[in-house]
């Protein structure tokens, strides 16, 4: 996918906020018995699971990495359990939870890894389910028809480093140039503070470079 036909749509925190609340009435209304477990799918669910575990009033979370995409929706062929899960679940019932159900991979590997360890139910979770996903979770709070990457509050520095990296691999540019690409090709609504950050944590972990007032992609 090129920069030029990247659709690209801002979660902020209070709709963040909203969408876990909404998940969480969903599952609430569904079943009078709450889950013995919840379990976050990091990165992306760890914000998500936490609100709802503060609506369900549960203290039992936990979690297990899995890695699929990467920034600016950089994806890696199969998701794969980085971090397993550190207790016993056996006999337990489990909510797993993520922020969105995109192609459906992370969830699948998730709940195929979590039922090799003989939980008595599991349950799946998101704030946002794509219509193209191969995977249906058992609750979301929005469904999404048309494609487009979902960038959550608790991504926004991580994505644009990403975006830029995009951008900086075509030519140099500055931070002016920078800052009106994304707010233009992306529909984020950045500051230069913000383009700035990002560039310099990119030269300092060696992805960027700069020349004068430009950067450019480290080869």
């Known amino acids: 996918m090129t920069s030029d036909s990247f659709p690209v749509r801002f979660i902020s925190w209070e709709e963040s906020a909203r969408l876990a609340r909404f998940l969480a009435a969903l599952i609430k209304s569904d079943t009078s018995?709450?889950?013995d477990m919840v379990i976050a799918i990091g990165r992306g669910g760890f914000v998500p699971a936490r609100v709802v575990c503060d609506e369900l009033l549960t203290t039992s979370l936990t979690?297990?990495?899995l890695e699929h995409w990467g920034p600016?929706?950089?994806?890696?062929?199969?998701a794969v359990v980085r971090s397993p899960l550190s207790c016993s679940v056996a006999d337990?019932?489990?909510l797993v939870i993520d922020d969105v159900s995109d192609t459906g991979d992370t969830l699948s590997v998730a709940v195929a890894y979590l039922q090799d360890l003989q939980p008595s139910r599991i349950r799946t979770g998101v704030f946002h389910h794509?219509?193209?996903?191969l995977f249906d979770p058992d609750y979301y709070a929005e469904i999404v028809k048309d494609w487009y990457w979902i960038l959550y509050p608790w991504a926004l520095h991580e994505d644009i480093c990403g975006f830029l990296e995009i951008e900086l691999a075509?030519?140099?540019l500055s931070i002016p140039d920078l800052r009106t690409i994304i707010m233009k090709r992306?529909?984020?609504q950045v500051t230069s503070g913000d383009i700035g950050s990002a560039i310099e944590d990119l030269v300092r972990r060696g992805s960027a470079k700069k020349e004068g007032k430009l950067y450019l992609a480290r080869r």
């Open 63 to 65: 979690c297990i990495r």
């Open 130 to 133: 794509k219509v193209s996903s």
């Open 170 to 172: 075509g030519r140099p």
């Open 72 to 78: 600016a929706a950089s994806r890696k062929e199969r």
């Open 92 to 94: 337990l019932d489990l």
């Open 186 to 188: 992306y529909n984020l």
């Open 33 to 35: 018995k709450q889950p």
